[in-house]
């Protein structure tokens, strides 16, 4: 609720974001990335200017190389809302690429950055066409 909260807030939330994130510990920093995804829906993206919207798109592409995973999925979570060359080859990149798997209890080996990545692909493609 809170980062939902944030997100609306625009211009000075996303400084704010973006000034704690170079030291911020690998839990907030996953916070930080689900924020910024957030803050990519269209309902949070307008209150934001293009130079912001550029630095939100820097900091989405920045985010898939994060090592935390779910960091990652935030990420691409983020730039499915942001339609570029740019978001479209790092997701794909991350669709087919990246390692991160979890074993289910019924023994199934799942991707979730991929699947996230998959997913974020489609609406990427979508949007282009």
């Not at 690429?97 to 699947?115: L, Q």
Request: a neutral charge.
């Amino acid at each position: 609720m809170a980062i939902t909260v944030m997100a609306g807030f625009g211009e000075a939330a996303l400084s704010e974001a973006l000034n704690v994130l170079p030291s911020a510990d690998i839990q907030t920093r996953h916070s930080l990335f689900r924020l910024f995804s957030r803050m990519a829906e269209p309902r949070n993206v307008v209150n934001l200017t293009a130079e912001s919207r550029s630095s939100l798109l820097s900091v989405l592409l920045a985010g898939v190389n994060e090592s935390n995973p779910f960091s990652r999925v935030a990420a691409v979570q983020g730039l499915a809302h942001l339609p570029s060359l740019a978001a479209i080859e790092a997701v794909g990149r991350l669709a087919t690429e990246d390692s991160f798997n979890v074993v289910t209890p019924a023994g199934t080996v799942r991707f979730p950055v991929r699947e996230a990545a998959v997913k974020a692909l489609l609406s990427l493609t979508k949007t282009q066409n």
